[in-house]
């Protein structure tokens, strides 16, 4: 039985950023589609709420991928009545050019192709303000392989990003990829750059997911990082008291961490 009482450490095939459509194109599809099936785009809605989001609000997904969460929250806002942007932050590029060709008829969202682990003082934090904010992480120093390919800065920059820029930044599925200290300082990076909150959905390291992502893989697929990051990705996840300790390393004290199905931890934290 696979040992799931540390997080792994192993790096993910789609840790690299220079990886081209034919390979990451499938599998942000075969994600889209999980997304869908398991109520990943109505647990985020519902997290929205409760922020809550109003009208001309900006909201960013960091680790986008294909932007079926922005679409998702798109549709949802359009019929809230509520006239938002959208933007979605990647390091892939061709995750991002597939994202823009994906939202080509939603007229306020948005991309930008850039590393989120790299500090405001080597992308040009916005008036110099925040410089540094997260000195490391993915974000100071050179990346560990749990958390980034070795394309680390060959495709994007931290260029794009300042703080204060949005009222909300969210990622989904998306900081299992970091090691405990780069987690640490994303999250701050997040803090930095959201007005109101940030909101996390992340696995929830147990057994029970990780057959069952391997049984999904290999059963519905024949694609090679599915099958290898599906599984992989459960052992980077977190157990609850991890994230309890993770955000206090973070400084963070206003905070809530839900347990949602399926197997996914959403973590809320407020600004003030």
């Known amino acids: 039985m696979v040992n799931l009482n540390k997080r792994a450490t192993d790096p993910e095939i789609m840790d690299d950023f220079s990886l081209p459509d034919t390979e990451v194109v499938p599998v942000l599809k075969g994600l889209e589609k999980l997304n869908a099936l398991f109520g990943g785009h109505k647990t985020l809605i519902k997290a929205l709420t409760q922020i809550p989001i109003n009208t001309h609000n900006h909201i960013s997904d960091w680790g986008c991928g294909g932007g079926d969460a922005?679409?998702?929250?798109?549709?949802?806002?359009?019929?809230?009545?509520?006239?938002?942007?959208?933007?979605?932050?990647d390091a892939t590029a061709s995750?991002?050019?597939?994202?823009?060709?994906?939202?080509?008829?939603?007229?306020?969202?948005?991309?930008?192709?850039?590393?989120?682990?790299?500090?405001?003082?080597?992308?040009?934090?916005k008036d110099g303000a925040v410089a540094g904010v997260c000195s490391q992480s993915g974000e100071g120093h050179t990346p560990s392989p749990l958390s980034r390919g070795e394309s680390h800065e060959a495709n994007a920059s931290s260029s794009g990003l300042y703080p204060n820029q949005f009222d909300v930044v969210f990622s989904s599925l998306f900081t299992h990829h970091f090691a405990d200290e780069e987690w640490v300082a994303l999250i701050k990076k997040m803090m930095a750059c959201s007005k109101k909150a940030v909101i996390i959905t992340d696995l929830h390291r147990h057994w029970l997911l990780y057959y069952g992502v391997v049984f999904i893989a290999y059963t519905f697929t024949k694609s090679k990082m599915a099958?290898?990051?599906?599984?992989?990705?459960?052992?980077?996840?977190?157990?609850?008291?991890?994230?309890?300790?993770?955000?206090?390393?973070?400084?963070?004290?206003?905070?809530?961490?839900?347990?949602?199905?399926a197997f996914r931890w959403q973590v809320i934290i407020y600004k003030s």
């Open 227 to 261: 099958r290898f990051d599906g599984p992989l990705s459960v052992r980077r996840s977190f157990k609850k008291h991890e994230l309890v300790n993770l955000l206090q390393q973070s400084g963070l004290t206003n905070y809530k961490i839900v347990w949602k199905w």
């Open 70 to 89: 922005l679409r998702a929250i798109a549709k949802w806002a359009k019929k809230e009545g509520l006239d938002i942007q959208l933007t979605g932050v």
């Open 95 to 125: 995750a991002v050019a597939f994202a823009r060709k994906q939202a080509a008829p939603y007229t306020n969202i948005s991309f930008i192709l850039s590393d989120v682990s790299i500090p405001f003082s080597r992308g040009g934090a």
